[in-house]
């Protein structure tokens, strides 16, 4: 009986997360900034009593949306399980404050294909933490040692992306060429967006090496499966073109997933 009223405490801490990630997810994209939200239908600001108790637009009456809910049940869902199964990596204030951030560049990343920068700007400062407390308590590390396998993650994650998107756009220049060339008008497909770049620079941060290592194979294997997946889906289905073999695989989820799995599975 004692443990259910504990769980209290989780279950409140993860609908006020719940509460921030969708709030971040809203006005991030829009603004860049923690501005008044408003109602994405009619722009009407809401009051902040309205939107924090999840009521629907006073104006013209447009309920909220489902991502709001999945994210308030996923967000008490996943407090209480990681309080009662806390990450031993990370132990649970730490793991909190990880789940949020993944759970705002999820969002984000799923609803605008976006990795925004003052984003991976607060992920670095928080990967850095979180990979120099890890890798100190490694074998007794050390505070100093710790903070450089964070560092030394961070640069490699960054760097392997940075030169997987350079070639990206070596790949989307040649195939403009041949569009054009045969009379098409050239699109602005890309392979990798700029922002995974960013992103795989804070979880190597996060990780630290050689964990990130496991993460960037782990999540290439991930998106590469799901794309194959998808592309047998179109096939029987009898809509696959050379089109939808082009499309945009985008990484950041994948990458995500499996950053979380390395920080909080078994
Ligand atoms: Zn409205």
């Given at each position: 009986?004692?443990?259910?009223?504990?769980?209290?405490?989780?279950?409140l801490?993860?609908?006020?997360?719940?509460?921030?990630?969708?709030?971040?997810?809203?006005?991030?994209?829009?603004t860049?900034?923690?501005?008044?939200?408003?109602?994405?239908?009619?722009?009407?600001?809401?009051?902040?009593?309205?939107?924090?108790?999840?009521?629907?637009?006073?104006?013209?009456?447009r309920i909220?949306?489902?991502?709001?809910?999945?994210?308030?049940?996923?967000?008490?869902?996943?407090?209480?399980?990681?309080?009662?199964?806390?990450?031993?990596?990370?132990?649970?204030?730490?793991?909190?404050?990880?789940?949020?951030?993944?759970?705002?560049?999820?969002?984000?990343?799923?609803?605008?294909?976006?990795?925004?920068?003052?984003?991976?700007?607060?992920?670095?400062?928080?990967?850095l933490i979180?990979?120099?407390?890890?890798?100190?308590?490694?074998?007794?590390?050390?505070?100093?040692?710790?903070?450089?396998?964070?560092?030394?993650?961070?640069?490699f994650?960054?760097?392997?992306m940075?030169?997987?998107?350079?070639f990206?756009?070596?790949?989307?220049?040649?195939?403009?060429?041949?569009?054009?060339?045969?009379?098409?008008a050239?699109?602005?497909?890309?392979?990798?967006?700029?922002?995974?770049?960013?992103?795989?620079?804070?979880?190597?941060?996060m990780?630290?090496?050689?964990?990130?290592?496991?993460?960037?194979?782990?999540?290439?294997?991930?998106?590469?499966?799901?794309?194959?997946?998808?592309i047998?889906?179109?096939?029987?289905?009898?809509?696959?073109?050379?089109?939808?073999?082009m499309?945009f695989?985008?990484?950041?989820?994948?990458?995500?997933?499996?950053?979380?799995?390395?920080?909080f599975?078994p």
């Amino acid at each position: 009986m004692e443990m259910n009223i504990t769980l209290i405490i989780p279950v409140l801490l993860g609908w006020v997360s719940g509460l921030f990630v969708n709030y971040a997810s809203d006005v991030l994209p829009q603004t860049r900034r923690f501005s008044q939200p408003a109602c994405p239908d009619c722009q009407t600001p809401y009051s902040w009593a309205d939107y924090l108790t999840l009521r629907a637009c006073r104006n013209c009456g447009r309920i909220r949306s489902l991502r709001m809910w999945l994210v308030q049940i996923m967000a008490v869902a996943s407090f209480v399980y990681f309080w009662l199964f806390p990450s031993k990596a990370l132990g649970i204030p730490l793991g909190m404050l990880v789940l949020i951030y993944f759970g705002i560049i999820t969002v984000i990343d799923l609803e605008h294909r976006l990795i925004l920068h003052p984003t991976s700007l607060v992920g670095a400062v928080l990967g850095l933490i979180v990979g120099t407390y890890i890798h100190s308590r490694i074998d007794q590390n050390g505070l100093l040692i710790g903070m450089s396998k964070s560092l030394l993650g961070g640069l490699f994650g960054f760097a392997v992306m940075f030169l997987l998107y350079q070639f990206g756009a070596l790949v989307a220049r040649y195939r403009a060429r041949r569009m054009q060339a045969a009379g098409q008008a050239a699109d602005e497909e890309e392979a990798l967006g700029g922002g995974d770049v960013y992103l795989a620079g804070v979880l190597g941060l996060m990780l630290g090496w050689p964990f990130i290592w496991d993460a960037l194979v782990l999540g290439v294997l991930l998106g590469g499966l799901i794309s194959v997946l998808l592309i047998f889906v179109l096939l029987v289905r009898r809509r696959y073109s050379s089109e939808a073999l082009m499309t945009f695989i985008p990484y950041g989820p994948y990458f995500i997933a499996s950053a979380f799995f390395l920080l909080f599975g078994p």
